[in-house]
């Protein structure tokens, strides 16, 4: 599903009305003509598709994320497939006051960078990456990633989020993101780790053991190459229960 299938975002359409649309064959932008709602909506909707048009003539998502609500922002990510970046952290502990970030993974665009503490992770390279990013997609990332992220270094980050964690929810699938990989069948490129075995290995890797840091990075982007697939798989099977189910329905 992309952007141009949407029409939520503009004032006053919600679920239901932009279900009555699709139902009445208005899947698309280009295919609404003002008809099915009133002038004064319909003259919104206009108005919002032509800025709409020049936004994503820029690649520019943020300002469709910003009305869209939370658990509809999937929509946004075939539209930016290829600038969307997938994030993982990885840190000693849950208090980001009192804790360090020891690894931070990022995947775009088929190819995955692993920053680490005390060498190349820095809140300058954050912000690069971020702002070279169209999307950024994380696991639980709206409670624990960004703010962690935001608290350590001192950033701001403004780029549109997906938190998969809700749109699997709206799937029926609970859980953590291991957990979810597993039911859905995606395979990992190593052994199981947990949270625990993070905050170890970069202990480990502290008093000297560089195989642990090897460990940890590699579980690190494990996290993060997996959420590909799965974002891939969670846009999927919610474009046939959203939009095809509604179009079904003309």
């Not at 919600?14 to 064959?25: N, S, V």
Request: a negative charge; one cysteine or more.
């Amino acid at each position: 599903m992309r952007i141009e299938n949407s029409f939520i975002p503009v004032r006053g359409v919600g679920e239901t009305t932009e279900r009555k649309l699709w139902q009445h064959g208005i899947t698309h932008w280009d295919e609404f003509d003002g008809s099915v709602v009133g002038d004064t909506l319909a003259d919104r909707i206009h108005s919002f598709i032509e800025e709409g048009r020049t936004h994503l003539e820029r690649g520019d998502v943020a300002p469709f994320a910003e009305q869209l609500p939370a658990a509809s922002r999937w929509r946004c990510y075939e539209n930016v497939r290829e600038e969307t970046c997938f994030l993982d952290i990885e840190t000693t502990g849950l208090d980001a006051s009192c804790e360090d970030v020891t690894t931070v993974s990022v995947h775009r665009g088929g190819e995955t960078e692993t920053f680490v503490k005390d060498r190349d992770l820095t809140a300058c390279r954050l912000e690069t990456e971020l702002e070279e990013s169209s999307l950024l997609v994380t696991f639980n990332g709206q409670r624990f990633d960004v703010p962690f992220l935001e608290t350590c270094y001192d950033i701001d980050v403004t780029t549109p989020h997906v938190d998969l964690m809700y749109p699997c929810k709206q799937l029926g699938l609970d859980g953590g993101l291991k957990a979810i990989e597993r039911d859905l069948g995606i395979d990992r490129d190593m052994p199981d780790l947990s949270g625990r075995d993070a905050v170890r290995l970069w202990h480990e890797y502290e008093r000297g053991d560089d195989g642990a840091l090897e460990t940890l990075v590699e579980y690190n982007r494990a996290d993060t190459r997996n959420m590909e697939p799965l974002m891939e798989i969670v846009a999927d099977r919610l474009h046939e229960t959203v939009f095809e189910a509604a179009c079904a329905d003309e």
